[in-house]
């Protein structure tokens, strides 16, 4: 098994093999946190191999599973779009561990935690790499399943049960959704392979499966419409968002971190492979008219999901409902800019879905720590306590300044790509970015404000975890770093991805060329 297919498979493996460790080990806590950070370790040092291998070919990156090609067998094509989100989300996610160790020291169940951490790896990491529509439905589900399991790890809390719940209903609706949409492309396209249907939605010849069959413009408008109804829940999009201001705040900080910077970029990212990829580039005048009236639709939305993302921020007193909206602001902004159907629109979205999961994670890790320390959400209840947290503050800091847009922190630069990108279609829509930036920065600096200057409610001696505070102080290095090296990043990373995600017949052409070398086909 090469790169490719060993990168979601080493958390699967992990993660089946933890609550026999745990039995074996009598539930030592320090084994399960080191059992877990080498699983995400390991998952880590293989997703940046799989990175430098997408940048060093001029193709996607091709595994087969037991050698089954497309279009029979399940496969999974990764291009330079993938790698480089599947490098962030592996890097995140062993961050996250080392956080949670400290975070959850006092609760029980560390051991299934873990389980359902490295599942939610393994599944993000397969959405990210499948070349297969009916395997990205799996990998979403496998996603989704340990999502809701760790919104309800307090599960003694009713706040998070009914959370959780909540969020499993809505969301086992999307996928549904998404799988009718799956049904329908079966049947008109015969077949659910991406890189095949590209070829038929394009009109090319692909082997095995056929002529597509009936009215395929009729057939991907309505596929595609549920697909993006199920997209859109699982980002969070106004109006399918109300399952996220109470699933994000009842986990565990750690878990919010995740489900904000990366479980909602699922969405996004399937979005992208389904409108750039499969119904990319030139195509017949009928389908055309569906991308077309969807990109409408999706920027609309997106633009009411921003606005309203930031103005419910200045309504919330608990601190992770504020950030949880702003995770509805900054998801508003992704669709935006991939409704608009161009390669600087795909460039805008790239960029900030990264810098997003970077500062977002930042945020609600800091935020944790004092949640952490004061056993509360109120940010009535964290008044004052930044004098005595100075690592926490200082991150609390650098993430609200850098997802406001204030140079020279990373978000400023992906904010400054959206509005461009916009700009090109419409200048009010590039004032969607301003105001909702704006609206925001108000809702930032009232928590700022409260938790450094505000005079505390009641008197409390706080410390900080060595460990978290090494997680949050690299995160905003990163932040900085990312903010200071935008331009090289921009052109050696963002540019390539972007160029080949939308280079639809190179899609098609590697996954036949990698059959035809199998003798297969």
Known sequence: MDVVGLTPIIPVLFAFGLPLTSIIIKGNRKIIQAYALVGTGLTLISAFKLFQLAYSSDKPLIYTFGKWVAPIGIIYEVDRTSALIALVTAALMFLIAIYSYRYLEHEEGLEWYYTLYLGLEAGLL?????????????????????????????????????????????????????????????????????????????????????????????????????????????????????????????????????????????????LIRFLYTVYGGELAPGLAKVVGTLGTVLIALGAISALFGALMMNAQRDVKKLIAYSTIMHMGYLFMAVGLGTQLGLQAALFHIINHAIAKALLFLAAGMFIHAAGSRDISDLAGLGRQMPVATFSLAIATLSLVGIPPFNVFFSKLLLFNALMEKSFALAMVIVVSSVTALVAYMRVLYRVWLGKPSREVVMGESGSMAFVVLLLAAAVVVIGLAAPVILQHYIEPAAAQTMDYRLYIQTALEYASRLKIL
């Open 126 to 270: 397969g959405v990210l790499l499948t070349g297969d529509a009916f395997n990205l439905f799996v990998m979403i589900e496998v996603t989704s399943i340990a999502a809701y399991a760790l919104v309800a790890f307090y599960r003694g809390r009713r706040d998070a049960v009914h959370a959780a719940l909540k969020y499993a209903f809505i969301g086992a609706i999307g996928t549904t959704m998404y799988f009718l949409a799956l049904g329908i492309l079966y049947g008109a396209f015969g077949t659910v392979n991406l890189a095949d249907l590209t070829a038929k939605v394009h009109g090319m010849d692909f082997p095995l499966t056929g002529a597509p069959v009936g009215d395929i413009v009729v057939a991907s408008g309505v596929a595609l419409a549920l697909a993006t109804w199920a997209f859109l829940i699982k980002s969070a999009i106004v109006p399918n968002h109300f399952w996220l201001p109470e699933a994000h705040p009842a986990a565990p900080s750690s878990i919010s971190a995740v489900l904000s910077g990366l479980v909602v970029n699922v969405g996004v990212y399937s």
